[in-house]
Each structure stands twice: as C-alpha cells, then as structure tokens.
C-alpha cells in the first residue's frame, strides 16, 4: 500500500490535463520544480520533490539569494507561483517573556507579507491589530496555506483570514473567539489551516466544535465535529480502509471523520501531558503514529478493508519518539524524528517501538548531551533516503538516514536563533523548500538559500 498524498487541491479540468500529456515530453531529462504552499508542502507530507538540488552540502556552503527583515513570529513560510508568504508579528507594547504556565499581554499586530521569491522584493503587506494574551507571545504558529489565487492565516488568538494572493485584500474572515466562543489555550491557535477540495478544516475547540470545515470559498461552516479543546495540531488527510479519513489529533485523543460532513469514523484514546497534541499523526502503510510529549505515543494500525483501527503499541520512556513542535516522518517502517523528552534525533522501528540509533548531530551539535525539547523539522528529499534538517540552532543539515545508521552529509548554518526556550536560543519554525531555494525564518530575517546542483 503506497503512502497516503493528502492533495491541497484535486481538481483539475481536462483541458489542463490534455496540456500536460503534451508538454511533458518537452521536460524529459530537466530539473522538476516544486512549490510548498502550506505547512510541511504540497502534499503536507514533509516531502521535498524537486529534482536538480545539490547531493550534498560543501564545506564553502551554499550561496544565500536574498535576505529581508521580517517580525517576530513562529509561522513558517509558504511558497508558490514565485512568491513567498510570511506571517508575523509587530509589537507595539509590552515585553516578550516566555513562561510556559503563564499568559503575556501584549499590544502589536499580526502581519501578512507577499514578497518575490526570486528577490526577496515586497509585493504586497496586511496588518490587523491583534492583542495577545498568550504564552510564547513572539507571533503567530500557523504557516499560511496557499490555494491558487487566495491565502488562508489562521493567528494565534483565533483570526481566520482568506486573503486575495493578488493584493492581500480580506475576502473574508472569522474571528473563532467572536464566532464560536472559543477558549484561546494558553500556547494560541496552532492548527495550520487545511484546503482540500472546497473545504478548509482547522481545530476550534468546544463542545461540538473540536474542528470544523469552512466552505474555503464564503467562510460559511459546513459542518462541525467532537467535543474537545483544540489542542494545537492540524488536522490531515489520509487514504485507508477504501475511503478518505480526516485525522484530528486532540487533547484526548485520534479521531478518524468522514471528510465531507464530519461523521465520525473510529476514536482511539491518547492524551498528551498540558492538552499538547501538536504533531501531526504520520502514516506509512496501514500504520499510523500520534505523538505527544514526555512519554506519550501510540502506534496505531487501520484496517485495510473499512474504517477502522486498533492500539498496536504505546511508547515507554525507553521506546519511541516523543514529539512536540517538530513533526516525525514516517518511511518504510522507521520513523526518523527529534524528541522532545531527550532533544536528540531518534530512528525508531515502527512495529516495535525499538529506537534503532539516536544523534545528537541534527539537532544540536555542541551540546551532544539531553536538552529539553531538542528540535529539528526532517524533510525527505523525494523518494531517496536523503533528507534535510533545519535544526533549532539555525543550521541546515543534509542526511543520509536509513534503518541502520546517520550519515551527514554537511551542514549550513543559515541563521541565527533569536527565540528563547528553556534558557536557551532556538529557532523554532518549520522552512519551506521551493524553487531550488531553502526560505527559512527566525525573529529577525527571512532567508532564501540556493539549494540547486550547478551541474543542472
């Protein structure tokens, strides 16, 4: 069974399709680009499938396009059709403090940027005043998700905005406090939205309203679904049992919905120490991996015939991968991962548990001993056993990974970590790959990076 693609958009007219069958020919042996529209790219898979990027990372490193100044936020950015989105923050009042059990009021905007990807030029920039009263108040989580001609923000005190990719002008929005009375958790609104078909699907929070689907075109709801606090994970779409499965991970548990009115199809209990279910469950087969943080995980098997599943295993202290805000991929029955409890990169076997080999090389390097929630956000270089890692110490990692062993295959270090945690400096946000080009983020910069092979 291959791996589930969960598609930001499926329809396709006939006319189009017949260009493609004509103009394929004409790329035969060319470099393949690709665009990363939204959280984790195209397929929101964490796979990377562009053709013509470098084998490895040289010692010289690797040439950086452009740089521009950007605010402070989490948000990661999203590329498509040669323009990048960013999503930040611009403070006006009150001080950044990061205290994990308590809420900072600050006075700012939240902040929508279109710029060139080719020149790091400004096409276009939105603001909204957005007071916070959060914890880790540096801006918003969500990466923007871009679907053809409209962009989608979701900030962390519940602002849902579609915006024209054109000039950024508001289409329509919904305020989730104002709309449905949702409790803002104390971390802020983390589901990156979802666009598949007509539909966009994001965690709200409420008794009936754990997620919800909006018509991506009016804003209008269409359905909504679970009682449940939002918890800070996006949902997903998954192929399993012959059907389509919308996959929520919430503060108490796995559900499976019918996609389209949000029936529900199975639940299986799991429930993350502070309500954090924040990575995304990744499949492989017909197995399904949640994760939360400490020693909170559950491997899950779907039945293959219906809509179904059952428990297979769930992590002990010794076991597993123990994710927070860097999601695992899950290849081939390993699941390659940073984990939250050790701060170190773990290959775990999936039927088992077993963690087959750990390193500290791509997450942070110096330390080389346990960090609280160590983060680095793996990508898969298409259907190879290459993969990047953009590690919280700003530095691009290039890996060969497979069952049996790590192997770097050089580092680039990109930009600075600005954010705090734990008493240390992170970077914290996850980067798109696009265009041969890495675009990272911190608080300070945005950074476009050439990724291309010279040969090509």
């Not at 006006?92 to 809420?103: A, I, L, Y």
């Not at 919904?174 to 979802?194: D, R, T, Y």
């Not at 946000?429 to 983020?441: D, E, G, V």
Request: one cysteine or more; aromatic letters at 10%.
């Amino acid at each position: 069974m291959k791996n589930p693609k969960l598609r930001i958009s499926e329809t396709k007219t006939l006319a189009s399709v017949f260009a493609v069958c004509l103009i394929a020919p004409l790329f035969v042996g060319t470099a393949l680009a690709d665009d990363w529209p939204a959280w984790m790219g195209a397929a929101r898979d964490g796979v990377y499938r562009e053709s013509g990027i470098v084998d490895s990372i040289p010692e010289s490193g690797l040439k950086v396009k452009w740089r521009q100044p950007i605010g402070e936020g989490y948000a990661g950015p999203a590329v498509a059709d040669g323009k990048v989105v960013v999503f930040d923050y611009v403070k006006s009042k009150g001080e950044v403090v990061n205290d994990p059990g308590k809420r900072v009021e600050l006075q700012g905007a939240e902040r929508v940027t279109v710029m060139d990807a080719a020149t790091g030029d400004v096409v276009w920039q939105k603001s909204y005043d957005c007071p916070y009263s959060i914890s880790y108040p540096a801006g918003p989580r969500c990466t923007p998700t871009i679907d053809g001609d409209r962009v989608y923000t979701l900030g962390a005190e519940g602002d849902l905005h579609c915006r024209s990719m054109a000039d950024g002008e508001i289409i329509w929005q919904v305020s989730m406090k104002e709309k449905f009375n949702a409790q803002i958790l104390i971390w802020g609104q983390s589901s990156h939205p979802l666009v598949d078909g007509d539909l966009l699907y994001t965690m709200v929070g409420g008794d009936g309203q754990g997620i919800v689907a909006f018509d991506k075109m009016t804003g209008d709801v269409v359905w909504k679904a679970l009682d449940t606090e939002a918890g800070y994970c996006p949902p997903s779409i998954v192929e399993a049992g012959g059907v389509r499965q919308l996959i929520a991970f919430h503060p108490k548990g796995v559900a499976s919905l019918n996609p389209t009115d949000g029936q529900k199809y199975w639940e299986l209990p799991i429930e993350p120490l502070y309500q954090m279910s924040i990575a995304r469950p990744m499949i492989d087969g017909n197995l399904l991996y949640a994760s939360g943080i400490k020693s909170t995980s559950l491997m899950i098997e779907l039945d293959t015939e219906k809509p179904g599943a059952k428990e297979l295993w769930r992590g002990n202290p010794k076991n597993s991968i123990f994710s927070a805000n860097a999601t695992p991929l899950f290849v081939d029955g390993v699941l390659y991962g940073s984990d939250c409890r050790v701060g170190c990169l773990f290959a775990v076997d999936a039927k088992t548990g077993e963690r087959l080999w750990q390193t500290f090389e791509a997450t942070r390097p110096e330390e080389n001993r346990k960090v609280n929630h160590g983060t680095g956000f793996v990508t898969r270089i298409g259907d190879t056993d290459r993969y990047f890692i953009m590690n919280e110490v700003g530095d691009l990692v290039m890996a060969k990974m497979t069952r049996e062993k790590f192997e770097s295959l050089g580092r680039f270090h990109v930009l600075e970590p600005t954010g705090e945690a734990f008493g240390r400096d992170v970077v914290w946000s996850h980067p798109a790959y696009a265009q041969r080009t890495l675009f990272a983020r911190n608080d300070k910069e945005i950074v476009a990076v050439d990724l291309a092979d010279s040969e090509n």
